[in-house]
């Protein structure tokens, strides 16, 4: 069954003992993670969280090509954090760098505009960034091991109206249908003459913004579609569905590794109210 | 039966709605992520200075209600915890600023019983219009922000500036404002307006206020509030005047015709 991974980017995630644990497990373990996040309020707590998630997406089997295609996106994160941090506010602490940006000698003062890089600003963006860092592991363990109806069968085993489990399981399906409808979409302008690769950047901005119409318009189509589908199928958003079609009991290694990721949980709760 | 009599007659929440909003958060919340990181505001993850998902939730709560707050509310929160990096927590409680953005337009149509027509009668005063109304509303923005911040306390050269940022801001967003009211349906366009200012300016306070001042605890320093909330509305108003303006126009009509259009909240 092919997981959300695989559907947005075609990444396949090779067989490992993680894949072979429950739907229900698969889903519990990466919400445990990120409950952690809450708990994880110093720099060691959260360096720790987020090994313990790198950790567990290798063990998963997941390709670090996947976390490498994400590099330049923490360190745009990590450069904004940063400039929070030292360009618009000075936080209290060692000053290591300072460069004056702008001073304006105004009728009743001085106005100064500087960066100020201090030892706990730089602890602070470290902070930010490997919290971060840890959301992001996390949302690839999620993506990479669950697929939209690993969402279904697990919700609908804990007995939620279809309105819900059918929503949540087309919520990420709903990224993939946008993704291959914007293809599509650009394949077209293309047919028709519009060059994306020789434009400028605004242009080429206006002419993305350009292919929302026609991808609201097949936004109204599809919904269309699931609707009557489902309709037909006599499901009204009410109806509990049963889960015991897909209803294939957890075995003991879901056990294990459920109580092993509710003690790490625990754990850092624990660390939380006593740190 | 006439097409209007048909939606009038359905008063209940259907599969269609449920699967729109759906459909309408997944797209939001990728272009919400696209966004944030194409176009961000200097030291805030997750605020965008040219939001393009607000194009989408937004229309989406005129035409839909509270299906298309709720997909802000749910496109921000998923934004919140990922790329942006805030705890649940904190993400649960910034998110309402994109409740509260579809909202607002959403609640003016709703609570002064204007039927939405967008039909365009003066092409060159709808295309006038939206810039007008942004870059007026931004000039005036700043123009405050740089008398609150500056000019307050330290005088002129502040001070001169803020007076004459409220005075080209306010006649070029009053221009707009009557361009906006030629461009067709007077109270359609009225009721636009006024939505997008209203929507820039309150999801704009309460974003930045619970990054900065009010969140368990804020993620970002209060000194921060004024450059995420001035990025926040100036973003806002850009693109909710001219995106979702088209998008408004080109897809009302589809929305009315197809059912999916619900007069009260909810059906």
Redesign the interface.
Known sequence: MPTLLEEFVGVRVGGSPYLRLHSVTRIIVPFLLSLNVLFAKDLLSVAALCSLSFAVLLLSGVPLRVVRGYLALIASVTIFIALAFMLFTKVPGRVLWELQLLRVQAERGVWEWSIVVTDASLLRTLYFSLRILSMIFIATLFIATVGDRDMLWGLRRLGLPAGITVGASLFFRGIGFFLSDFAVVKEAMEARGVDFERTSLAKRFMLYVNALIPLLSLLVTRSFEISTALETRGISPGTRLSGSYHSTPLSRGDYLVLAAMCLVTLAFAGWFMCG | MHVTEKAKARKR????H??????????S??LAVVSS?IF?V????GVSALY?AA??YVPLGIWMGMWGALAGY?SCFFLG?????Y???QSFIWSWADFIEALAPAAVFRLFKVDPDFSVKRGWAAKAFPPLIALGSIILLLGVVVQVL?GA??????TTIYVYSVYTGLALALIGVLLGLMVGHRKTWAAHIAGIILASLLSGIWGAGTLTLWNLPP??????FW?AFTGWVAGDLIVLSV?ST??LV??TP??KR?G?YVEGWWA
């Open positions: 929440v259907t599969w269609a449920i699967v729109t909003f759906v459909l309408a958060t997944a797209i919340y990728v990181l961000p200097l030291g805030a993850p393009v194009a989408i749910i915890l990922w790329p942006s990096g705890t649940p927590i500056w306390t330290l005088g002129e050269p502040f993620p970002l320093p209060a000194e921060l450059p995106l088209a998008l080109a897809l589809v929305f197809t999916l």
